[in-house]
């Protein structure tokens, strides 16, 4: 069974840094491109980053250059270290991959940006 934990959100000020983590179970950690995602208030769900399997990031524009996606094979782990925070980046963070088509979801965790 496929399970992902998301954990390290908080409160932080704008033009602050926070630091996530997801930790997956339940399958070959290193075979699957993994995502993050993020729920705004009130807003669809939007794709933030991808870390693939050989270790190469992509990022949305509204997140490149403040936020860095990384893994660790070896911890089942994928971060997402976040600088300069913005109130825009106020949501529920989620991790995400696909394994034989289906969608997997963590639970996420609320980050909250004040200005």
């Known amino acids: 069974q496929v399970t992902l934990v998301e954990s390290g959100g908080g409160l932080v000020q704008t033009g602050g840094s926070l630091g996530l983590s997801c930790t997956a179970s339940?399958?070959?950690?290193?075979?699957?491109?993994m995502r993050w995602y993020r729920q705004p208030p009130g807003k669809v769900r939007e794709w933030v980053a991808t870390?693939?399997?050989?270790?190469?990031?992509n990022y949305d524009n509204s997140v490149k250059g403040r936020f860095t996606i990384s893994r660790d094979n070896a911890k089942s782990t994928i971060y997402l270290q976040m600088n300069n925070l913005k109130p825009e980046d106020t949501a529920r963070y989620y991790c995400?991959?696909?394994?034989?088509?289906?969608?997997?979801w963590g639970q996420g965790t609320q980050v909250t940006v004040s200005s």
């Open positions: 339940g399958i070959i950690f290193s075979d699957y491109h």
């Open positions: 870390i693939t399997t050989d270790g190469s990031p």
């Open positions: 995400h991959l696909i394994e034989e088509g289906k969608d997997y």
